[in-house]
């Protein structure tokens, strides 16, 4: 049950009984028209901005038209109380049986309540897509987080999601994995390598392919020219690779739904899906031979200034046309990425998302424009943004990991704190700003500590029902005994704001879930545990405003259904955010 959803139709039956029309006569445009909670909760529990809206349309004042509304509104049984304020917004509380009413149901949905019930539509999320040259790394871990709990999120809001992983297997870099790993072939086969060349992979992590390779080669690739041994070492060393990545996300509990192969965009049995795409182009009269102005500043080492394919991306709102093709034939990245897209678009799915770092934000707008292009308006592309994630231990930076070679690893991560707090806290700030993450802090058992702050709330329902089956044991505790409560007993202004929080969950559900930001359920659910530490704190001097009260049985009753009630919308926020609702903290 969404309260302000509720209200909004009662605003819109209200206006259409006032038979409010536009200067014009014509009906009025009622999308802006919204119900929200007041800025100060001393206000009330809901606000209306209809006469604020409206009043342009309507050639009216907002305050005349506030008052014809408040009219109207205050004959609603489930309204106690109207009142117009300032230049026209109008505040109402509900009448303590309307908000029986609501938390009764939330009793009853459990784990539902918020959840979206009708189907919003297919959407893919393609998230880390690291390349395959090693070991997962921080920044790495964050992007990963970020796009397993929005795929959870719109999974929750009512989305088919697919979760997807572009595995960058084509181009140099795997070039120069492969060679770092016959390198360490050579070891294994006991040649002393010295200091490993700049320019190489460096880390530890490449013995164990080394030692694959020796293992299955013997002294087969061993003093061969490089092109009759690239190949089958580049394919065994992204293979393990690809088996190290699949393990770090998993110690992340992290799983991909696809592995998308970026040289299967050439290579694959569907032929070459990167010429299918600048032939869908052209047809559309999209490509066209010519010449780029140079860049400005210092130009790239790749810059030719010569005539060249290129896409006309300026038509979708990027700042520049781009070349698709280089001088020698092959293809530019940006190519295989559009035919990425498109063959995202031919497998259905017109709602794309990629969590991409924060290095790749300059490549953002030709994407989208390229999506735009090769779905022919009928797709569209969200990107969303991760910064970098410093490391600290009480403050101090923490220093590369010897295994990686040049970073801290993601596994390093997980190991010392838990998912748990390697989760949460890469959700407590937007993704597109910087994240410090200190390692004594995350463990701290404080409330300075969100992810322990959140988590002991869930823990203290847990010992809320206890308690309560140790000293009223004839209470009914179950979901169907608990909304059968004398729920307008709740009048206390605690009581009455961790219902308020509790009302808002499914808006803050729809809410991050259009805008593709998972943090704002960690924001939510920081500021519904901080409401029930508090009231809770607010029974230690005041023992009738208790949750178990022995001397106060129905109170106590319709206490423990709120206490219910919190218990699950905590719980559905951590298991989207894929974190654990404990019942007990260790």
Known sequence: ??????????????????????????????????????????????????????????????????????????????????????????????????????????????????????????????????????????????????????????????????????????????????????????????????????????????????????????????????????????????????????????????????????????????????????????????????????????????????????????????????????????????????????????RGFANQIDIWGADHGGYVKRMQAAVRAISGGRASLDVKLCQLVKLFRAGEPVKMSKRSGSFVTLRDVVEEVGVDAVRFMMLFRKSDAPLDFDFQKVTEQSKDNPVFYVQYAHARTASVFGQARDQLPSLDLTREGLAKAELERLADEGEIGLLRRIAQWPRVVEAAADSHEPHRIAFYLHDLASDLHAHWNRGKDLPQLRFVNVDDPLSSHARLAMVRAVASVLASGLAILGVKAPDEMR
């Not at 320019?199 to 299955?216: C, F, I, N």
Request: glycine letters at 8%; charged letters at 25%.
């Open 1 to 346: 049950m969404d309260i302000f959803a509720d209200f909004e139709n009662r605003v819109a039956r209200a206006i259409d009984k006032l038979e409010w029309k536009a200067a014009d006569g014509s009906a009025l445009d009622l999308s802006r028209v919204v119900v929200e909670p007041p800025r100060d909760a001393a206000n009330g529990d809901l606000a209306v901005n209809a006469a604020m809206v409206l009043a342009k349309q309507t050639g009216k004042p907002p305050r005349a038209l506030a008052i014809e509304l408040m009219g109207v509104l205050a004959a609603d049984p489930d309204v106690a109380e109207t009142e117009v304020a300032g230049p026209g917004f109008l505040n109402l509380r509900l009448a303590p049986a309307y908000r029986a009413a609501f938390l009764a149901r939330v009793v009853t949905a459990g784990e539902d309540y918020g959840r979206g019930i009708v189907t919003r539509g297919e959407v893919n999320v393609e998230y880390v897509s690291a390349n395959p040259t090693g070991p997962m790394h921080v920044g790495h871990c964050r992007g990963a987080v970020v796009g397993d709990a929005l795929a959870n999120l719109l999974g929750f809001a009512g989305h088919e999601v697919t979760k997807e992983y572009y595995i960058n297997d084509a181009g140099a870099q795997v070039d120069v994995l492969a060679r770092s790993a016959h390198l360490r072939y050579l070891e294994a086969l006991g040649e002393d390598i010295g200091a490993i060349p700049e320019g190489l992979y460096p880390g530890d992590y490449l013995k164990p392919v080394g030692e694959a390779l020796a293992k299955e080669y013997g002294t087969a690739l061993k003093g061969r020219p490089e092109s009759e041994w690239l190949a089958t070492v580049r394919r065994t060393a992204i293979d393990m690779m690809m088996a190290m990545i699949r393990e770090d996300l998993a110690a992340l509990n992290v799983v991909h739904d696809v592995f998308f192969s970026e040289r299967s965009l050439q290579d694959g049995s569907a032929g070459d899906r990167v010429r299918h795409a600048i032939d869908t182009l052209t047809t559309e009269g999209l490509m066209y031979q010519g010449r780029l102005e140079p860049p400005k500043g210092q130009l790239p080492e790749d810059w030719e200034d010569r005539e060249q394919t290129l896409f006309r991306s300026t038509a979708f709102g990027d700042d520049v046309d781009r070349p698709l093709m280089k001088s020698d034939g092959s293809y530019t990245y940006f190519a295989s990425d559009i035919a990425y897209h498109l063959d995202k678009f031919e």
